[in-house]
Structures are given as structure tokens and as C-alpha cells.
């Protein structure tokens, strides 16, 4: 009997599967077992009332305890220090987010949930990336391609048409439509990851009633044409803001994007300009309209010249002040956007 000693530091070096042996042994080693490969990712920063090293500490104990969450130190402008969180889908990490807030009590700022899409570069290599940041600039790029998924649906014949509808208007192609009896329904359709991340299932279970079930599984990859959004506020680019999106619906979502930015925006004293860019081309815009105080309220009669030079003092003061000041973004918008 004996013991030995291994320079592990950390425990997330030690592979499940290592088969530790004397040099001249002929045992063979157990197979590795391999490691779930993420499919969403998450960015995961502390809230206002939740302290950086203890949010640290957390995430490293759940993280140790569900191995197939993924984690790497990652930076905000706005938002600071935090991580992404690769998870297996979007249900994991919903659970993730409450176990974290139950067992640890740490509240957290989660940002919408991302996908790892493919860029085919004209040098003949392969890119994965899962945010904008990352992405390569277009002309070096032959090809764009997304995953889809192969969802697979029983559903009451009495809900089935709305299922049907909200299937192809995820750009879903039906692979399956067969009879289970009992009035019951099997439709199977290959769908682009991309529109399951989000509300896929609550739709599907708010269509049927909550009777259908839903399941999915990998079906490789479809080729797509993707562009990156930038969003700028008062003419600086929002780290943690820039989007990928698919080149035909990119309006649409430049329009919605100003537009839920503007009602999460607070009023400044000064005007806030929000705009969607793509490659240096505004796509669409919204203004913040500012804060304003009468400054001509104390006045009665006299030359109206007293007036004018007055609101031209607080223009100038606006002016300035836009110059100088920083443009407060809500953590809000990192939630919903």
C-alpha cells in the first residue's frame, strides 16, 4: 500500500477517465469519457448588490458540481468583470441562473443566450464563434454556417395546425408528420438552433395547451448569410451590444433593437442618440428626447431678445455638457437586448 502525490492545482484538470499506472505496466487505460460540447452561451456578470469574489466562488462550486457547463473569464465596458457560461441548451440554463440564486443566493446579470456559428475563411480554414466580437470581417469569409436541430413533437390533433404555423415561421422544415392514435400527432422538423433558444418551447406549450412534448437533437449545420450589428449611443460603439444577425431580417432587427433601447434608456439632460450600424451604414435610429427647464418662466415682458439669449445659453450648456458626459447605460438593456 502506498500513496502518491499529483501537482494538480486546480480540479478541473482532472479528466474523469485517467488511468493512473507504474511505468512498466501493461494495463490499459480506461477510455476518456468525452466532455459535452456547449451549445448556448451566456454572459454572466455580478448584479449591483452581489460582490465579485463571492459571485466568483459560487460559479466555481456549481461549475465543479455540473460539468458540462463551460467557463472563461470574459470583460464588459459596462458591466465590468464577469464570465461566459457555455450551457447544453436553454432549459440548462435556466436551471443554472435558479440554482445559483437558491443554493448560493447571488443575483446575477444574464445576457441573452448565443449560438456557435461557422465562417468558412478563403485561406481554407474553419472559425467557430459564438459573439460578435469575435466574428470575422466579412470579405475574408467564403461561407457562413448555423446549427440546426432536429425537433421532434407530439401534438393534439386539435392544436396541431398552430404548432404546424409556428414551426414554419421558425424556418422549420417538416421531416415528419405521421399518427400516433388517440388523436395524437408526431411531426419532426429540422430548425436552426437560433430560433430554440429563446421562447421556442413556452410557445409551443402555450399553442397547444400545454399537451404537446418537444425534444431535440443535433442535425448538423445549414449554410446562412450572417452580418454583425453595432449599436452606438451618442456615437460610441456599446461593448457587449453588437449582435449577429442574418443579413434578411437585419432592418427588422435594427428597428426593434433602438426601440427597446430607447424605453429602457433614462432621460438625460442632454439628447441621447441611439443607432444600429452595419459596416459604417446607419440602419436605424432613435433619439432620448432631454430633460428640459424653463429657464424664461421668471420673466414678464421686456424685450424678447432677454429670452432668446437665455435658451441660448442653456443650448450651449447642453452642448458642452454632451461632450463631456458619459451616457448611463442600464443593466437592463444587457437582459433584453
Known sequence: MGYFILKVKEVEDVIIGDTICLPDSSIEPIQAIPKPKPS??????PDEDTDFRSMKDSLEKLVRSDTSVSMHADSNQTLGQGWTLGFLGSLHREVFAQRL???????IIMTQPSI???????N????????ANDMPDSY?????EEPV?????????????HVISHCMSCRGIQKENSTLGEGRFLLKYEIPLIETVTDFYSSIKKLSSGYAT?????????ETDLTRVDVLVNGSKVDGLSMIVRSDVVREVCMKTVKNIKTLMPRELYKVIIQCVVGGKVLARAEV???RKDVTKDLYGGDKTRGMKLLARQREGKRKMKDKAVVRIPKAVFRTI
Open 40 to 45: 448556448i452561451f451566456s454572459g454572466v456578470f
Open 101 to 107: 440564486y437558491q443554493e448560493f443566493g447571488t443575483s
Open 116 to 122: 456557435t456559428y461557422r465562417a468558412f475563411l478563403s
Open 124 to 131: 481554407n480554414e474553419i472559425k467557430e464563434f459564438n459573439c
Open 140 to 144: 475574408n469569409v467564403v461561407k457562413w
Open 149 to 161: 436541430v432536429e425537433t421532434t413533437l407530439v401534438v393534439p390533433g386539435s392544436h396541431l395546425s
Open 214 to 222: 418537444c425534444d431535440f437533437e443535433d442535425a448538423g449545420h445549414w
Open 289 to 291: 428626447s432631454p430633460l
